[in-house]
Nanobody
Framework: QVQLVESGGGLGTAGGSLRLSCAAS????????MGWFRQTPGKERDFVAA????????HYADSVKGRFTISRDNPKNTVYLQMNNLQPADTAVYYC????????????????WGDGTQVTVSS
């Protein structure tokens, strides 16, 4: 079992930056592929970014490529999402997710989810 707790959301401005963190419980954090997803009211949850076990492999949605960076600190059991050049379209609830599979390029198969953190970007 893995428990995930997101933090770092809030209000940002267009062109600005925010950094989200996701703290994971458990001793096997380094065995999980970690991902970030986001969701707006009435829409499906969308993939944002994923990172492989060691942090050396990453995968991004086209909409955030070049602006967002996912990273992880395995000794701290934490994954981050650095969001730069924020746009109003980035406004959403952001969810951290984990899966045992090492298929970081697949957007499927996430088994554990956090409760989400709200990010609101004003123009």
């Amino acid at each position: 079992q893995v428990q995930l707790v997101e933090s770092g959301g809030g209000l940002g401005t267009a062109g600005g930056s925010l950094r989200l963190s996701c703290a994971a419980s458990g001793r096997t954090f380094s065995s999980y592929t970690m991902g970030w997803f986001r969701q707006t009211p009435g829409k499906e949850r969308d993939f944002v970014a994923a990172i492989g076990w060691t942090g050396g492999s990453t995968h991004y949605a086209d909409s955030v490529k070049g602006r967002f960076t996912i990273s992880r600190d395995n000794p701290k059991n934490t994954v981050y999402l650095q969001m730069n050049n924020l746009q109003p379209a980035d406004t959403a609830v952001y969810y951290c997710a984990a899966k045992i599979s090492d298929r970081y390029q697949s957007r499927m198969g996430y088994e554990y989810w956090g409760d989400g953190t709200q990010v609101t970007v004003s123009s």
